[in-house]
């Protein structure tokens, strides 16, 4: 148990529906990244918040948002949705986030979205 | 821009020993990580290399070249609970790069008796 805990596990849509994934990192940790998991894409970073300011952009798409709120958990909005976005959406949380050595991070297990 | 190369699969028996190799480009590099991952599973940290040399963590050791980008991923005494994919990282670069990581693709490992 990595104590990251994302809810919920699955969720299963529609195309054009917009859903919200959450993340609540470990206990002492300022930074949350989100990754989207695909089978042809691998682990593609989107985003990362740093206590409470967003702090860099990957791959995002437009129709994809996050924020991080003042008790540190993170929810990632998915809008629009199309057949392409089904994935695994994991959320990770690090000790730090700014310049140094790489952090450890730290990943949740995920959930499972399946756009039909 | 930032990439990684690993190989796709690797197969190996009980108690064997395998090497997984990663190349990587990178403008800004803060070190080399790997991260386990069984199917459907969460990634979990398994080693990180800032400087040129081994690292030791039980059966499992990591190797970081930075003259080559180069590093690999070394398993000894293989067990079936290792069979799980395998990615190497690079930590982004840029003015806002943060401190996200870029994966290669994989390896997907796979252990047999």
């Known amino acids: 148990d990595s104590g990251v805990t994302q809810t919920p596990k699955h969720l299963i849509t529609a195309t054009g529906q917009r859903v919200t994934l959450r993340c609540s990192p470990r206990s002492g940790d300022l930074s949350v990244y989100w990754y989207q998991q695909s089978l042809d894409q691998g682990l593609q970073f989107l985003i990362q918040y740093y206590n409470g300011e967003e702090r860099a952009k990957g791959n995002i798409l437009e129709r994809f948002s996050a924020q991080q709120f003042p008790d540190l958990h993170s929810e990632l909005n998915l809008s629009s949705l199309e057949l392409g976005d089904s994935a695994l959406y994991f959320c990770?949380?690090?000790?730090?986030?700014?310049?140094?050595?790489?952090?450890?991070?730290?990943f949740g297990p995920g959930t499972r979205l399946t756009v039909l | 821009g930032q990439s990684l190369e690993q190989p796709s699969e690797v197969t190996a028996v009980e108690g064997a020993i395998v090497q997984i190799n990663c190349t990587y480009q990178?403008?800004?590099?803060?070190?080399l990580s790997w991260y386990q991952q069984h199917d459907g599973g969460a990634p979990t940290f398994l080693s990180y290399n800032a400087l040129d040399g081994l690292e030791e963590t039980g059966r499992f050791s990591s190797f970081l070249s930075r003259s080559d980008s180069y590093g690999y991923l070394l398993l000894q005494e293989l067990q079936m609970k290792d069979s799980a994919s395998y990615f190497c990282?690079?930590?982004?670069?840029?003015?806002?790069?943060?401190?996200?990581?870029?994966f290669g693709k994989g390896t997907t490992l796979s252990v047999s008796s």
């Open positions: 990282a690079v930590r982004s670069s840029g003015t806002r790069a943060g401190t996200a990581l870029i």
């Open positions: 990770a949380s690090s000790a730090r986030g700014t310049s140094g050595p790489t952090d450890t991070q730290y």
């Open positions: 990178t403008s800004g590099f803060y070190g």
